[in-house]
């Protein structure tokens, strides 16, 4: 099973609309999480961190439930420079400042 | 911002050939590391690196070794390439504690 696993899409979600999807993590001891997007044939960019008690940034809100192990990410009135790739992200304290990556849900914004 | 530079965008080696990939970083960050990033695999960590002269083994370090000598660069090394080392390499740093990267714009090594 992999550490941290997401559905790679893609998500298919016109112009305006809300999307949000989900990432599983295996590892009940990881202590912090991120989304990150990423553009096509471009480097990983930071989203935003995830908080226990779930935040927003703008128009995206991240939430985490550490008792179903997973991570969300909500992207409200959805533009067309929303689509990207969008990688889910965990570091476990045991590993340091080493971060799991996972394989990335695709959004695909249509006007 | 920080910034991650990559030395090259672009490489076509042939196989056998000792591969170098360079990566600098100007924020004086104590972490290093080097992912290659696959088609359906994603992000895999090869080696990384915590201090000068440290360096530790990722989940795939085979064919690979890494070396830091200064502070603010993290060379990864093909020590033969071969074809399936034909990927997008990405270097990224943090600070220590930090929660998260900042990546490097990636290197796309073709092996022929």
């Known amino acids: 099973r992999k550490e941290v696993e997401q559905d790679p899409g893609p998500f298919n979600v016109p112009e305006g609309a809300t999307v949000a999807f989900n990432c599983t993590y295996s590892?009940?001891?990881?202590?912090?999480f991120f989304w990150y997007r990423q553009d096509c044939r471009k480097e990983p960019k930071l989203l935003m961190s995830?908080?226990?008690s779930g935040n927003e940034d703008g128009r995206f809100t991240a939430q985490l439930n550490r008792a179903s192990q997973y991570i969300s990410l909500l992207i409200r009135d959805s533009k067309l420079s929303d689509s990207a790739t969008y990688l889910c992200v965990v570091n476990l304290k045991a590993a340091g400042n080493k971060l799991t990556f996972g394989g990335g849900t695709r959004v695909l914004v249509k006007p | 911002d920080v910034k991650v530079t990559q030395s090259s965008r672009y490489l076509v080696k042939r196989t056998g050939e000792k591969v170098f990939l360079e990566c600098v970083q100007d924020m004086d960050h104590e972490n290093m590391f080097w992912y290659r990033q696959d088609p359906g695999l994603g992000l895999r960590l090869i080696y990384f690196s915590y201090d000068v002269k440290m360096k530790e083994k990722g989940d795939i370090p085979e064919g690979y070794s890494v070396s830091r000598e200064k502070k603010e660069r993290f060379s990864l090394i093909l020590e033969s390439a071969s074809t399936n080392q034909t990927s997008m390499y990405l270097c990224a740093s943090s600070l220590q504690g930090a929660r998260g990267y900042t990546f490097g714009s990636g290197t796309r090594l073709t092996v022929v």
């Open positions: 995830v908080y226990s």
């Open positions: 590892n009940s001891a990881s202590q912090s």
